[in-house]
């Protein structure tokens, strides 16, 4: 397969996978839906999906890479899944609102699987460059990479916020620095 061609693969999955983070930003931040613990381990997983997306932008495409995709993956997979197990039940409404049919939680779940079964393929049809030190970076790769590095900053700046030191609430309803402020 062309290089150019998973490079643009790779722009695409770090802008897909940041798009998605940042969605569950504006939910939190927006319509106050503040997100559980596991919710918070699932951004890990997006997050540990495009650190290894930004490498191969940044870097080129390697195979350590679209491990460190993997492991991200199939991390915030088995969270997603944790989450949809304690929601089975039929009269159970689920937690946050739904989007689009499902909760953020099942959406994660859905997207971590595609984002297994997208690097397997490109797995498969990647081959290495035989020159990598001629590789650059183009100026969408790095738009793209400082577009998800300040949704992880956003991401990480709200989770202190809501938690600070402690353990995050099985149910969080409300910011513990604001809270700080109201006493």
């Not at 503040?34 to 495009?50: A, E, I, K, S, T």
């Not at 001629?134 to 577009?147: I, W």
Request: with cysteine.
């Amino acid at each position: 397969m062309n290089n150019q061609l998973i490079n643009r693969l790779n722009i695409l999955g770090l802008l897909g996978i940041t798009a998605i983070l940042a969605t569950g930003s504006v939910i939190q931040l927006v319509f106050h839906e503040l997100p559980c613990p596991l919710c918070l381990l699932q951004r890990v997983g997006f997050m540990m999906v495009m650190f290894g997306f930004m490498l191969n932008i940044l870097f080129g495409p390697q195979q350590p890479h679209y491990g460190i995709i993997l492991f991200g993956a199939l991390f915030g997979a088995a969270a997603a899944l944790r989450q949809v197990s304690l929601h089975l039940l039929p009269n159970d409404l689920g937690y946050g609102s739904p989007l689009l049919g499902m909760h953020y939680y099942t959406w994660a779940f859905v997207i971590f699987m595609m984002t297994i079964i997208g690097v397997a393929a490109l797995l498969c049809l990647w081959r290495p460059e035989k020159n990598p030190s001629n590789y650059h970076v183009k100026s969408m790769g790095k738009l793209v990479c400082y577009l998800a590095v300040a949704v992880v900053i956003i991401n990480i700046v709200s989770t202190f916020i809501m938690t600070g030191p402690h353990v995050t609430p099985a149910d969080p309803h409300s910011y513990w620095l604001l809270d700080q402020f109201k006493k």
